[in-house]
């Protein structure tokens, strides 16, 4: 039987370390506007109507993708 080595190439971060290095430049973009993130937002609720948000994220017929919860309104 022969075997051939192949070489397995992922883009998902394997180590706790990448995640966090990752997750701060993904941050340190929307911060410094290099990523628009409203174009990803379909609707904004303040922290007081999260089981709103939540039905409307549940709700299937309505399109709706990403809700961003305020937690500061």
Same mark, same amino acid.
Do not use: C, W
């Given at each position: ?5 192949? &070489?397995?190439?992922? %883009?998902?971060?394997?180590? !706790?370390? *990448?995640? @966090?290095?990752?997750?701060? &430049?993904?941050?340190? +973009?929307?911060? *410094?506007? +290099?990523?628009? %993130?409203?174009?990803?937002? *379909?609707?904004? @609720? ?5 089981? &709103?948000?939540?039905? &409307?994220? *549940? !709700?299937?017929?309505?399109? %709706?993708?990403?809700? +961003?919860? !305020?937690?500061?309104?």
């Amino acid at each position: 039987m022969h075997r051939q080595r192949v &070489e397995i190439l992922s %883009t998902e971060p394997k180590r !706790d370390i *990448d995640m @966090y290095r990752f997750f701060k &430049e993904g941050i340190s +973009l929307v911060s *410094d506007g +290099l990523i628009k %993130t409203g174009e990803y937002i *379909d609707k904004i @609720y303040p922290l007081s109507k999260i089981q &709103e948000a939540f039905e &409307e994220r *549940d !709700d299937k017929s309505n399109g %709706t993708i990403h809700i +961003l919860i !305020d937690v500061e309104e």
